[in-house]
């Protein structure tokens, strides 16, 4: 969806970055002195959650630039941390929690970036291993064709030795990252997903094979690779698609270059179900055999979970025997029945995946 | 005038005017301003043959006749009693259709309660004639109808659902609530399912519940709500060997069953393996909430130290049962 109307906050009017998307984007703009007018005009929109999607706020991040990821005590964490760049997404996912998640949705992208490149240089001379990504709130490729934030931030991260970036997306938009001197220290990673999904949940984003290919062409690069079944979607024969997309992802990626796997099953907080049956009446993928879950959200039943997981799992192996592989947000019973361990044995799974990122990307090599 | 059966001077009328005019030359079959949904006219016969026609009934004139504006039953009742003639209030052909919405249902609803056909019979009248919300929702205020637009615009569907819904809602076993539902479904899926809820005789929550699985079943399996409430449903119904308590119990399993096959498995096998450990009435064992969790909640009732003491040698017994295991294994 293209966007047809800026609006720049008057507080960062004169910031270097609003003047260059200012310049490349060549839409009509205003100068506003707070968002409160543009909440309005979404709001009052047939679909606001469409129109938000067709404005950008240029503005500044009030908060911190860096968050927790919130995850929650009932399962299992990773314990990452978001960079917090901007929010919203111009993608439209029938599933997608951003629908629910900002009242009103809104695409807005924070360009006080001299306040995050203090953030960020605070958290590495701490010297701890941190995994940190742009992509929990919006994608993080979305904005490069305006922004090139990416690759400013790949160039940051490949100066330091403890953090690692991760750059999460569904687009193809990686021209930017080709020859920079990322030093492994940023992974580029894909969500995926069946075909079917992607067609009829997955609005504007690239199909699989682009996202495979750019995937390929990232791990040519030399940049670390990650990827992410998630949300996986339960429905007729989803086992026989979901087969064919981890054939695929190593026909265009070697195991070797992959830093981690994750998989998550679909999962949803109760208010966006009225959400996707408005927006994507189509849609049937609110009608498994979802139960409430212990943080609220609702979840597939725990035994219809374990299954569709031990079967990714077995799929992945069966290729790449050596690949990590962990859960997003799930609990002990669902890894012991799956992968065999509880990620406590192992230090719990924020140690597990640090010392993955150290591993491949080379974090606290001096 | 005096050619379609009133009698009257020949200057102009007055609004509301009292006639005595000839029964013959009212229609029978004009409903546009029609509120009332009882048709019965026995009470009403009645206390005609008794008192006679105290509240005259309004009348609007045509060029040939009349039609009625407030008084369907008074003026029906009126020609089962043989009357020839009756005296009625006039409002003249130049009178608009506003002026006689608004008469008609000031007749109604300012002197009984409406129901919520009827309500919405009478947000229907103004939607006709007025154009602009303002103007709508002080109309319906000052006739004593609800104001609130969001109440308006859920009344002002009920008057089109069908007729076995509006049943429904007259008797009181269909809420506005549930109504509202049903209207976003066809007329002979929303006919189908008020004719269930009068079948079972099932309140508000319970119809959600059914209505819910019902809807959800019918996306997910790509198949009409009529059509599942024609097999299983319907034999459920008409089982003489079940009273409606039981017939709803045995279509709410059915129709989770089909919603959740793989929960109810798993709550029919937890089932059988609690009763196989054989509790008693003072040992109570609950399954984490939709096995999600992985805490299982025993409860004790005891009144003494003995009772405690036997208890624990039977509790001592069930850890080592097999089906126990079976259940903490799922």
């Known amino acids: 969806m293209a966007i047809s109307k800026l609006y720049i906050d008057q507080n960062v009017a004169d910031e270097p970055q609003t003047r260059l998307i200012q310049s490349r984007l060549k839409i009509p703009y205003e100068i506003v002195t707070g968002p409160q007018p543009i909440y309005q005009h979404v709001l009052s929109s047939p679909d606001p959650i469409a129109s938000g999607k067709e404005i950008l706020l240029l503005t500044r991040n009030h908060g911190a630039f860096i968050k927790d990821c919130p995850g929650t005590r009932c399962y299992t964490c990773c314990g990452y941390k978001i960079l917090h760049i901007g929010t919203y997404c111009t993608m439209d996912c029938a599933y997608c929690i951003l629908q629910s998640y900002f009242h009103p949705p809104l695409l807005q992208y924070f360009t006080n970036q001299g306040d995050m490149l203090q953030e960020l240089e605070k958290l590495f001379t701490q010297k701890k291993i941190y995994r940190i990504g742009t992509g929990e709130f919006t994608d993080s490729l979305i904005w490069e064709s305006w922004t090139g934030l990416a690759k400013d931030l790949v160039s940051i991260f490949s100066r330091q030795h403890d953090a690692v970036l991760e750059l999460k997306t569904k687009t193809t938009s990686i021209e930017g990252l080709q020859a920079l001197n990322h030093n492994q220290k940023t992974i580029i990673s894909w969500s995926l997903n069946t075909d079917k999904i992607i067609r009829a949940e997955e609005r504007r984003t690239s199909p699989l094979s682009a996202r495979l290919q750019a995937a390929g062409k990232c791990a040519s690069w030399g940049y670390p690779i990650a990827f992410h079944f998630d949300p996986l979607v339960i429905y007729d024969g989803c086992e026989k698609d979901y087969r064919a997309v981890v054939e695929a992802l190593f026909t265009h990626v070697q195991s070797e270059r992959i830093v981690w796997i994750s998989l998550g099953t679909l999962r949803f907080p109760p208010s966006l179900k009225p959400i996707i049956q408005e927006r994507f009446p189509g849609s049937r993928i609110i009608y498994g055999e979802f139960i409430t879950g212990l943080d609220g959200k609702m979840r597939y039943f725990k035994p219809l979970r374990i299954e569709l997981y031990q079967k990714m799992v077995s799929l992945i192996k069966e290729i790449a025997p050596d690949v990590f592989i962990y859960f997003c947000m799930e609990d002990d019973e669902v890894w012991q029945k799956t992968l065999g361990f509880l990620p406590s044995v192992h230090g719990g799974l924020k140690k597990m995946l640090d010392e993955r990122a150290a591993k491949i990307c080379g974090l606290g090599d001096q | ?330």
């Open chain 2, 1 to 330: 005038m005096g050619s379609k059966g009133g009698t009257r001077s020949k200057s102009p009328l007055q609004l509301g005017e009292l006639l005595s005019i000839s029964l013959s030359a009212v229609e029978t079959g004009n409903d546009t301003f029609r509120i009332t949904t009882k048709t019965e006219i026995d009470d009403l016969v009645y206390s005609i043959r008794q008192l006679g026609l105290l509240n005259p009934p309004i009348l609007r004139a045509r060029s040939s006749d009349y039609i009625i504006v407030s008084g369907f039953r008074r003026i029906a009742a009126c020609r089962s009693l043989g009357y020839i003639k009756v005296i009625a209030k006039i409002l003249g052909p130049d009178i608009s259709d506003k002026i006689c919405a608004q008469w008609a249902i000031a007749d109604n609803a300012l002197q009984r309660p409406l129901n919520l056909v009827e309500s919405s019979k009478c947000l229907s009248l103004l939607l006709s004639v007025y154009s602009d919300d303002k103007g709508l929702v002080e109309a319906a205020s000052s006739l004593g109808l609800p104001g609130n637009p969001d109440a308006l615009k859920k009344i002002g569907v009920i008057c089109r659902l069908p007729k076995p819904v509006q049943a429904g809602i007259i008797a009181d076993r269909i809420s506005l609530a549930m109504a509202w539902d049903l209207s976003a479904l066809e007329p002979d899926t929303s006919s189908a399912i008020a004719s269930l809820f009068e079948d079972l005789n099932i309140g508000l929550n319970k119809q959600r519940e059914l209505l819910l699985f019902l809807k959800e079943i019918s996306l997910r399996d790509n198949l009409s709500i009529k059509r599942l409430l024609e097999t299983k449903v319907r034999k459920i119904l008409e089982d003489e060997n079940l009273d409606r308590r039981q017939k709803f119990q045995t279509i709410r399993s059915y129709l989770k069953r089909q919603r959740f096959p793989s929960l109810v498995a798993a709550e029919k096998k937890f089932e059988r393996h609690l009763k196989a450990l054989n509790l008693g009435d003072s040992m109570k064992l609950a399954a984490p909430k939709d096995f999600e969790g992985a805490t299982y909640n025993l409860n004790l009732k005891f009144t003494k130290r003995s009772e405690l003491k036997q208890l624990h040698q039977k509790l001592a017994g069930i850890i080592q049962d097999p089906d126990l295991k079976k259940i903490l294994n799922n």
